[in-house]
T-cell receptor
Framework: KQEVTQIPAALSVPEGENLVLNCSFT??????LQWFRQDPGKGLTSLLL?????REQTSGRLNASLDKSSGRSTLYIAASQPGDSATYLC??????????FGSGTRLSIRP | ETGVTQTPRHLVMGMTNKKSLKCEQH?????MYWYKQSAKKPLELMFV???????ENNSVPSRFSPECPNSSHLFLHLHTLQPEDSALYLC?????????????FGQGTRLTVV
């Protein structure tokens, strides 16, 4: 049974810092891994999608890596801004039909 | 705007009411999903439909009844709910359910059962 874990559960850093969010999963047989952002009370916004054959994806200040063999992914945010404050969710698509989520990391960027 | 629209955005219902949540996508996707997000818990997968057929039912109580009349629409019919069913219900779609295609989520319906 696939399990997804995100560490830390919460993170607070001053504006301008680079930071890394971590995601680990127990079953390496995955189709893809997706990072989402969720603002309070809102839906999920897709940030980056990494296919199982890929090692990383980049979008602007965001870079996500995938190490399937070790069951790990990281989301790197460069030059953080207060607008980056949100909950970041990692989700793994494994076996037919299932997209399994971690509990998220609640990120707060201090001005 | 992700292309997945959920209505209503907020819903308050009594335990004896019957209501329905609606999800709509015109992205040409063939797979649609219902998730439940409760406070301080990970998103829980409830149902998956692929080409209008239910392919996943994650031990969800029968007071939740999904319906997928076509590949663009997904409903969640609710009846005799409990207060612990209060949560954010999220709908998602992807091109298909069996490959690495990206999932897109709606804004959710915030459900409160009183």
């Amino acid at each position: 049974k696939q399990e997804v874990t995100q560490i830390p559960a919460a993170l607070s850093v001053p504006e301008g810092e680079n930071l890394v969010l971590n995601c680990s999963f127990t079953d390496s047989a995955i189709y893809n891994l997706q990072w989402f952002r969720q603002d309070p009370g809102k839906g999920l916004t897709s940030l980056l999608l990494i296919q199982s054959s890929q090692r990383e994806q980049t979008s602007g200040r965001l870079n996500a890596s995938l190490d399937k063999s070790s069951g790990r992914s990281t989301l790197y945010i460069a030059a953080s801004q207060p607008g980056d404050s949100a909950t970041y969710l990692c989700a793994v698509k494994s076996s037919a039909s299932k997209i399994i989520f971690g509990s998220g990391t609640r990120l707060s960027i201090r001005p | 705007e992700t292309g997945v629209t959920q209505t209503p955005r907020h819903l308050v219902m009594g335990m004896t009411n019957k209501k329905s949540l609606k999800c709509e996508q015109h992205l040409g996707h063939n797979a649609m999903y219902w998730y439940k997000q409760s406070a301080k818990k990970p998103l829980e997968l409830m149902f998956v439909y692929s080409l209008e057929e239910r392919v996943e039912n994650n031990s969800v109580p029968s007071r939740f009844s999904p319906e997928c009349p076509n590949s663009s629409h997904l409903f969640l019919h609710l009846h005799t709910l409990q207060p612990e069913d209060s949560a954010l219900y999220l709908c998602a779609s992807s091109l298909d359910s069996n490959s690495g295609t990206e999932a897109f989520f709606g804004q959710g319906t915030r459900l409160t059962v009183v």
